[in-house]
């Protein structure tokens, strides 16, 4: 199998692609064949990784033009799967001479910038959990809250997010509108305005609807289609704005 | 190479009370409980959620219900420990527990629950009560998240991406650390009145683990170079199911709800090494029940056994363990709910760790140790399942108490040492960046991390552990000749990763080291050539020193308490 690759040595724009050549075999994943290029062919490639197991959000990138976990996706399995995102140009621009049938094509994460490589920044995605205080306020107590298996269930979805962006990756109105908050925030300020246990669930609510939060959302649903982890924000998203 | 401009050259030495190197759950307590009192940092080479807390998976332990008791729990962890934990330091571990649960649960931590709203708990290898507490299958996500959070809402100050160089110290204190900013590739001084090491455990010594591939013990190796020694390097952990093929953790929670293990013959085993706890044994005696099943003949391939989780159900599969089902779905082909998984034991935790007291306190004034990367020991020869969540919560606050106190008397460290510190680390990282021919960074990990897997593994004897001393120097002496082949600055991941083998190399060599000289078996530590446990000789934690002529192992007394040392059977 081939891998073309987006190279970025100084960032800020993919200046060109290197094609290289991957020895695959059985339950082989991309991040596989990114570290065999990393380690056997070109030391200099750069990207990010950590758990290799789909836990850790590392590891978000566009493969074969959708973002997806490079550490989750079969390498013999990429050609056979499709997330069916509704286009916008990171996934609908491919470059001169990709051969879509014997080439992988992988790219950094859409909507972000690039500082080298598949390294993406993610100051912004991450600052916006902050500007939305996107915690808990403690209580002081020497008891655990109840909470019932019901109460919980409202929240699991979310609580399983685990901040890999692919989410806002993936959004159309993230690519045209760099003051959106995207989808994982808002899902976040979901998951605590519905918390059972949260004391002062109207702060998520207000802080989700201000106007670079919920009101931009079209409601395209790519987030939902894309999460590698059944979060579907989109449809917290779609509560939040009614 | 490595060229610098001249504002890089200039740039102000950072300053903090407190740095805190590796933001996973150990590292965000302490500088949570610094947060309010001092001017504190963490200096992490990932972004804190990619820290390898967020990977476990069944849960942490605590005596929350009123039929279960913090002794019982202690006595649980000691027996679990072959007796080589230090006692006082469990006592607070188990003692501290329902007040870290319930910490964390008032952060918003999604812990299961009972029908009544409790939080619910369910039972884990060793232990004599189901006093383990659990998110679903995806405890240590829901805990990392929570006290992540907690760490923004305070505030809390990160270098991201911040690769820690070395520790630094000024005659007998730490004054500070220097550090590669991998986004930039210039190297920075940090000083600090005092230092804690968060980084986690090594398990990426072994080929076969379960670890993250950043699991490389990188605090624990700087801490053995500026002579602070390591404990109880030979006890590590294999966890007796990991997925075949991607070494990913299947946890122990599949067996606390009812999992069975089936040898070739579709026969359950556990019956004959473990007669009472089965299945809920603990790791190290279930990891070689399956060695010896494979060994002997009755595993697949001649590889793996099958975790059997099939007669539990959709419902309780889809309940209790839907990351395990996306695991075996996503990256074996396999779905639990309709066919067995294949698992084989594979390298896990690491027991031992920095050696420092039950407060974290180093032998070096200043420098405190804390979770994985720390061992104070709780753990002894063998760590409980739903412990190691547990450590790193309890006494993240613990000692971060102690760093407290510590700052009250501590003088300022000295900018100067950390300066020249850092001058000196340019020009090895130059050295090592600079050469064009030479040793393969991938043929050198390869050949150490293939090599402790095949020499210093489940089962151990003198012969493979001189053989893989032998591998261990061979790749010592090629690591000199290194050539990377990449003289980037910027996101340089081959520099990353040239100086995490570093790190390893003098971790396996403490680990090797460790097991040649232990000449018992003990917990995980399992000698062939020396199949019982010899409490007269070997009651004692080993301590691996860094000399010039290579690592040199002594020993010293374990605290005993309330437990009296017994044969350990169940």
């Not at chain 1, 997330?83 to 994460?109: C, R, S, V, Y």
């Not at chain 2, 069944?58 to 009123?66: Q, T, Y």
């Not at chain 2, 805990?143 to 305070?154: D, I, P, S, Y």
Request: charged share 25%; glycine share 8%; aromatic share 8%.
């Amino acid at each position: 199998m081939l891998f073309r690759v987006a190279r970025s040595r100084e960032g800020g724009k993919i200046t060109h692609y290197d094609l290289y050549k991957i020895q695959e075999k059985k339950g082989m994943t991309i991040l596989d064949g990114l570290f065999q290029i990393q380690d056997r062919m070109d030391p200099s490639l750069a990207f990010r990784y950590s758990c290799r197991g789909a836990v850790c959000g590392s590891c978000a990138m566009l493969i074969d033009k959708e973002p997806r976990l490079a550490c989750r996706t079969q390498i013999l399995a990429v050609k056979d799967e499709a997330l069916k995102l509704k286009p916008f140009p990171p996934l609908t621009d491919a470059p001169p001479g990709w051969d879509k049938k014997t080439e992988i094509l992988i790219e950094p994460l859409p909507n972000l910038p690039i500082l080298k490589d598949l390294v993406v920044d993610m100051t912004k995605f991450y600052k916006s959990l902050e500007d939305l205080k996107l915690w808990m306020e403690p209580l002081e107590s020497k008891h655990p809250r109840l909470q019932s298996p019901d109460e919980r269930e409202v929240i699991r979805r979310y609580v399983n997010c685990i901040m890999c962006a692919i989410c806002y990756g993936s959004c159309p109105v993230n690519f045209e509108n760099e003051e959106y908050v995207g989808p994982a925030a808002l899902a976040k300020a979901f998951r605590f305005e519905q918390d059972s246990r949260t004391t002062d669930p109207e702060r998520y609510g207000e802080a989700a609807r201000k106007s670079n939060g919920a009101p931009l959302c079209d409601l395209v649903m790519n987030c939902v289609k894309a999460c590698p982890k059944g979060v579907a924000p989109g449809g917290a998203i779609r509560k939040l704005k009614q | 190479m490595y060229i610098y401009s001249e504002e890089e050259k200039n740039r102000v030495i950072y300053d903090h009370d407190a740095l805190i190197i590796g933001a996973g759950l150990s590292g965000l307590r302490v500088a949570i409980e610094l947060a309010q009192k001092h001017d504190v940092a963490i200096l992490t080479k990932v972004q804190a959620l990619r820290s390898h807390s967020v990977a476990a998976q069944g849960g942490i332990n605590a005596a929350l219900r009123e039929d279960d008791s913090w002794e019982m729990h202690a006595f649980d962890t000691v027996k679990g420990s072959d007796y080589l934990a230090d006692q006082d330091a469990v006592e607070i571990l188990t003692q501290e527990a329902p007040r870290a649960v319930i910490e964390n649960e008032l952060w918003g931590t999604a812990f299961s629950r009972t029908p009544t709203g409790n939080i619910a708990q369910r039972p884990f290898g060793g232990a004599g009560y189901p006093r383990t507490c659990y998110a679903a299958d995806r405890t240590g996500h829901n805990l990392l998240h929570t006290t992540f959070e907690q760490a923004m809402r305070l505030g809390i100050k990160f270098y991201d991406e911040f690769f820690a160089t070395s520790l630094v110290r000024d005659d007998n204190r730490i004054v500070g650390v220097t550090a590669l900013e991998i986004s930039s590739g210039a190297v920075h001084g940090f000083t600090a009145k005092a230092v804690v090491v968060a980084t986690g455990g090594f398990g990426r010594v072994y080929a076969r683990s379960t670890n993250a591939l950043i699991n490389t013990g990188d605090g624990c190796a700087l801490a053995l170079r500026v002579g602070v020694p390591l404990k109880d390097m030979e006890f590590v952990q294999f966890h007796p199911t990991t997925l075949y093929g991607s070494s990913i953790l299947i946890t122990e929670g599949a067996r606390g709800e009812g999992g069975h293990l089936l040898n070739a013959k579709g026969k359950r085993f556990m019956g004959k090494y473990a007669p009472d706890k089965m299945e809920l044994a603990p790791r190290d005696i279930v990891a070689r029940a399956i060695r010896t099943e494979v060994l002997e003949g009755r595993g697949f391939e001649g590889r793996y056994v099958h975790l059997d989780l099939t007669h539990l159900g959709k419902d309780r599969i889809m309940e209790r363990l839907p990351g395990i089902r996306e695991i075996c779905v996503h990256f074996a082909g396999i779905d639990p709910i309709d066919e067995p998984i294949p698992v084989l034991p594979g390298q896990h935790y690491s027991m031992g760790g920095i050696d420092c007291d039950k407060y974290g306190n180093t032998t070096l004034p200043g420098l405190f140790a804390v979770g994985e990367a720390a061992c104070m020991s709780v753990h002894g020869a063998n760590r409980l399942g739903g412990n190691s969540l547990l450590e790193t919560l309890v006494f993240g606050r613990v000692v971060g108490q102690k760093v407290i106190e510590y700052l009250g008397s501590a003088k300022s460290p000295s900018k100067q040492v950390v300066d020249d510190e850092a001058y000196r680390i340019r020009e090895k990282l130059q050295t090592m960046t600079i050469k064009e021919q030479g040793e393969s960074l991938h043929e050198l990990r390869t050949k150490l991390t293939e090599a402790m897997d095949d020499y210093v593994g489940v089962f151990r004897n003198a012969n493979d552990i001189k053989k893989a001393l032998k591998v261990i120097r061979e790749v010592r002496i090629g690591f000199e000749n290194l050539a990377l082949g990449e003289m980037d600055q910027r996101f340089n991941y081959s520099l990353i990763r040239a100086l995490e083998l570093e790190n390893m190399i003098d971790l396996a060599e403490s680990i090797a080291q460790g097991a040649l000289m232990r000449k018992e078996s003990r917990g995980a530590h399992w000698r062939v050539d020396y199949p019982n446990r010899n409490d007269e000789k070997f009651l004692k934690h080993s301590l691996a020193t860094l000399t010039p002529e290579g690592i040199k192992i002594s020993y010293k007394d374990v605290n005993l308490g309330r437990f009296e040392v017994k044969e350990r059977m169940y």
